[in-house]
């Protein structure tokens, strides 16, 4: 049941826009996405949740990012961790209340951080009100028209409507029971069974999800982190695609069930109810296209305010390759007048400092690789992406360099998709442990006993990575985050500011200038000579030689 406030809607933030012009906070703000379950545990059940989150928060204050992303904590049954929803107006009780929400809200503007919320309108969970009715009341029910539910093929019926496979293995197609008990139609969900896709041919769904938006814009949150935001619309008729081992299209062409151009007429009419509320609150695409310019699609100047850049997440740790990216990004969204996004870890991918451990190979990687040299690549890829020009998003404990915890036993996974065979690789655990904050032992402070249990184990060598080990250490990451941070807030050349100028360089080099600012990159194994005139403003190593520079190294100079 939905949860509800007494309360009037809130009033302007405390960091909303002063009188004048708008500030366009979005174009150059730092974003650092809370994965609620994993982030801080307030009451002890090993399970993270609001009240965690919100006393945390002055240290994501200090940390110097601008705005706060929570991933999911509505009210849902957990098959995929909160990406099933029940209930969009509620908060599950494993996370605390509506009460909660409220107050960390509060508690973020107070602190002049913004609070940005997952929203997840490409399907609900199964658990969710119109699915059951839709259950219940069998063929015919106009419930049924708010989700994909087709007779299926065969002489019984009893093949899939069409050959499209869920995004976590099998077919997109669960055969419904009838209220007599009988078999009957099929619905379509492109992830878990337990996640019906919406059919947002639907007046109905349209109309619910623009009250969804109101009612979190009315709590106070700055915007809307929208998922699988390619995918609300499907091709008309749900044509076969024709092909099997369809995850590996993904990204490469336009799918009749993903980046269809219908969405965009959806973005447009959010954007209205954006544009009417103060404080510039915005709404940030997860969109996963086959080219950079179709993701600009997504933030034309009447749609959706960013969108995520997944082609540069993906992308090897290798000068060629970077440059390519960065200039591809920086022209497809020039046209629309749009700040590119740059990210290199979200809570779906191996996190960076592992990637960057191992030869390339995606964005799932199940190996541990060089621990040292993965966190030597990951300081130095955060300094080149904090440089660019545009909005960046951080991960929660990448800026204590966390690796990905590649040995957990099977039998404390919960990622989805790693109990369907054919589907991913299903190891995103392993990005999701809790992260450490204080203490030599388990849970390292994320819960508030010592020894206390965490919903995913964290491993023995984290305590040396905690916040508060590193708090202090000029050398430790931390520190390294919270310099640069700092740096890019107070120099006018960062953040949105110009374009970049790229400077001749050597090869496996990066070398460009913004005005006053030079940013140095090697991603070589070697030492490079480079002569530079200047003032040393940060080293993702902690010291330069004059004339050279450090092998896998990025350093920032005023000029």
């Given at each position: 049941m939905t949860q509800n406030l007494a309360d009037t809607p809130r009033p302007l933030s405390a960091v909303a826009t002063p009188a004048g012009e708008p500030s366009r906070w979005w174009r150059d703000a730092v974003i650092y996405q809370v994965y609620p379950r994993s982030f801080a545990d307030a009451n002890g059940d090993g399970m993270g949740d609001?009240?965690?989150?919100?006393?945390?928060?002055?240290?994501?204050?200090?940390?110097?990012?601008?705005?706060?992303?929570?991933?999911?904590f509505y009210a849902s049954p957990q098959a995929d961790a909160g990406y099933d929803v029940a209930d969009y107006r509620a908060v599950d009780p494993m996370f605390?209340?509506?009460?909660?929400?409220?107050?960390?809200?509060?508690?973020?503007?107070?602190?002049?951080?913004?609070?940005?919320?997952?929203?997840?309108?490409?399907?609900s969970s199964d658990q969710h009100e119109w699915f059951q009715r839709a259950l219940r009341e069998g063929p015919g029910s106009p419930l049924r028209e708010?989700?994909?539910?087709?007779?299926?093929?065969?002489?019984?019926?009893?093949?899939?409507?069409?050959?499209?496979?869920?995004?976590?293995?099998?077919?997109?197609?669960?055969?419904?029971?009838?209220?007599?008990?009988?078999?009957?139609?099929?619905?379509?969900?492109?992830?878990?069974?337990?996640?019906?896709?919406?059919?947002?041919?639907?007046?109905?769904?349209?109309?619910?999800?623009?009250?969804?938006l109101r009612f979190w814009l009315d709590m106070g949150v700055d915007g809307f982190r929208v998922d699988v935001a390619h995918g609300l619309v499907k091709a008309p008729g749900l044509p076969d695609l024709g092909s099997h081992d369809q995850l590996k299209l993904l990204g490469n062409d336009v799918m009749p069930f993903?980046?269809?151009?219908?969405?965009?007429?959806?973005?447009?009419?959010?954007?209205?109810i954006l544009d009417e509320y103060p404080g510039e609150r915005i709404a940030v695409a997860e969109a996963w296209t086959p080219t950079v310019?179709?993701?600009?699609?997504?933030?034309?100047?009447?749609?959706?305010?960013?969108?995520?850049?997944?082609?540069?997440?993906?992308?090897?740790?290798?000068?060629?390759?970077?440059?390519?990216?960065?200039?591809?990004?920086?022209?497809?969204?020039?046209?629309?007048?749009?700040?590119?996004?740059?990210?290199?870890?979200?809570?779906?991918?191996?996190r960076h400092a592992t990637r960057f451990a191992n030869p390339p190979g995606g964005t799932q990687i199940r190996e541990r690789g060089d621990?040292?040299?993965?966190?030597?690549?990951?300081?130095?890829?955060?300094?080149?992406?904090?440089?660019?020009?545009?909005?960046?998003?951080?991960?929660q404990g990448e800026e204590l360099g966390l690796p990905d915890v590649t040995d957990l036993p099977d039998e404390v996974r919960q990622d989805p998709s790693f109990?369907?065979?054919?589907?991913?690789?299903?190891?995103?655990?392993?990005?999701?442990?809790?992260?450490?904050w204080s203490g030599e032992a388990a849970p390292y402070g994320f819960g508030p006993v010592e020894g206390g249990p965490s919903w995913l184990p964290q491993p023995a060598e984290w305590a040396g990575l905690s916040v508060e080990a590193q708090t202090g250490d000029p050398t430790s990451t931390l520190e390294l985050?919270?310099?640069?941070?700092?740096?890019?807030?107070?120099?006018?050349?960062?953040?949105?500011?110009?374009?970049?100028?790229?400077?001749?360089?050597?090869?496996?080099?990066?070398?460009?200038?913004?005005?006053?600012?030079?940013?140095?990159?090697?991603?070589?194994?070697?030492?490079?000579?480079?002569?530079?005139?200047?003032?040393?403003?940060?080293?993702?190593?902690?010291?330069?030689?004059?004339?050279?520079?450090?092998?896998?190294?990025?350093?920032?100079?005023?000029?």
């Open positions: 609001l009240p965690g989150v919100r006393s945390r928060l002055p240290y994501l204050r200090d940390l110097g990012v601008d705005a706060v992303w929570l991933s999911p605390g209340t509506l009460l909660d929400a409220d107050a960390l809200i509060r508690d973020a503007h107070e602190l002049g951080l913004r609070i940005i919320v997952d929203l997840v309108p490409n399907h708010r989700y994909h539910f087709r007779a299926g093929k065969g002489e019984s019926g009893e093949l899939p409507p069409n050959d499209w496979e869920s995004i976590f293995g099998g077919p997109a197609w669960t055969r419904s029971t009838d209220p007599d008990g009988t078999p009957g139609d099929w619905y379509l969900h492109l992830f878990a069974p337990e996640q019906p896709d919406f059919n947002w041919d639907s007046p109905a769904v349209a109309d619910e999800f623009r009250s969804i993903f980046d269809q151009d219908g969405v965009h007429e959806i973005y447009r009419a959010w954007r209205r310019e179709r993701t600009a699609n997504y933030v034309r100047p009447d749609e959706l305010h960013q969108a995520f850049n997944f082609q540069y997440l993906g992308t090897a740790w290798d000068a060629a390759e970077l440059r390519a990216v960065i200039d591809s990004s920086l022209a497809a969204m020039r046209p629309v007048d749009a700040p590119a996004t740059w990210v290199l870890s979200n809570h779906d991918v191996t621990r040292e040299l993965g966190l030597r690549r990951a300081r130095a890829a955060t300094l080149l992406m904090l440089a660019l020009p545009g909005s960046a998003y951080l991960y109990f369907r065979a054919s589907g991913q690789d299903g190891f995103r655990d392993g990005c999701r442990v809790p992260i450490p985050y919270r310099s640069a941070l700092a740096i890019r807030r107070a120099d006018p050349a960062l953040g949105a500011g110009g374009e970049l100028t790229w400077l001749p360089a050597p090869e496996g080099v990066l070398a460009f200038r913004r005005d006053s600012f030079l940013c140095l990159v090697n991603t070589t194994a070697e030492a490079v000579v480079f002569a530079t005139e200047g003032r040393l403003l940060l080293s993702s190593t902690g010291q330069v030689e004059p004339g050279l520079l450090a092998p896998d190294s990025t350093s920032w100079w005023a000029v």
